[in-house]
Structures are given as structure tokens and as C-alpha cells.
């Protein structure tokens, strides 16, 4: 098992950059895949990058070529750069993981707000 907790939100003006950070604490970081999720008031939470544990990445459309997803095995650390930020990248971002065995996202973060003002 391994406890997430994501940092670096806050708030920026459109086409501002920020970059999300997610330490896990637990044992075998690298059996899990990591991914980062956003929600927004009244919606679903939404996937929005992935990388598994052998560092293949996966992107939602919307993110292709601004936000770029990375894993730090020897910090046990997931990150999430965010460029060319805009008003609708608005959310709570959630780091989450899975055992690379699993299809089902199990364990998340608390989430950290980021504000994009246009």
C-alpha cells in the first residue's frame, strides 16, 4: 500500500504554467501505475495522464502538447507539468495509483486546487 500527497497548486493566469507534485510514502513505488485525475463542481472525476510502471505515458486530448506527465522512481514521486494553462484547466487535481496488476484506480490523493484566471 502507498499514501499519496500532492502538492504545487495554486493559482495563475491563463497561459501560466504550474507544476503538480505527488510523493508516495509506502513500499514498491515502482509496481504502481500513477495517474493524475481532475474534478470540477457537479462533475465526474476525470482521468487525464497516466504512466505505468515501464513509463508508458497516456493523455486525454484536451492536454496533448501543454501537460506532460513524469515519475521519479528514486523519490517515489509522480509529477504533472502544466503549460499554456486555460480558464477550463480549473479543478481539484488528484494524484491516484494502482498496483500494475489492477484495472481499477484504488488510492488517491486529497487533492490540490489549481485556479486559472483568464
Known amino acids: 500500500q502507498v499514501y499519496l500527497k500532492e502538492s504545487g497548486g495554486g493559482m495563475v493566469q491563463a497561459g501560466g504554467s504550474l507544476r503538480l507534485s505527488c510523493v508516495a510514502s509506502?513500499?514498491?513505488?515502482?509496481?504502481?501505475?500513477m495517474a493524475w485525475f481532475r474534478q470540477t463542481p457537479g462533475k465526474e472525476r476525470d482521468l487525464i495522464a497516466r504512466i505505468t510502471w515501464m513509463d508508458l505515458t497516456y493523455y486525454k486530448d484536451f492536454v496533448k502538447g501543454r501537460f506532460t506527465i513524469s515519475r521519479d522512481n528514486a523519490a517515489s514521486t509522480v509529477s504533472l507539468q502544466m503549460n499554456d494553462l486555460k480558464p477550463e484547466d480549473t479543478a481539484v487535481y488528484y494524484c491516484?495509483?494502482?498496483?500494475?496488476?489492477?484495472?481499477?484506480?484504488?488510492?488517491w490523493g486529497q487533492g490540490t486546487q489549481v485556479t486559472v484566471s483568464s
Open positions: 509506502g513500499r514498491s513505488f515502482t509496481r504502481y501505475d
Open positions: 491516484a495509483a494502482r498496483e500494475n496488476t489492477e484495472v481499477s484506480w484504488r488510492i
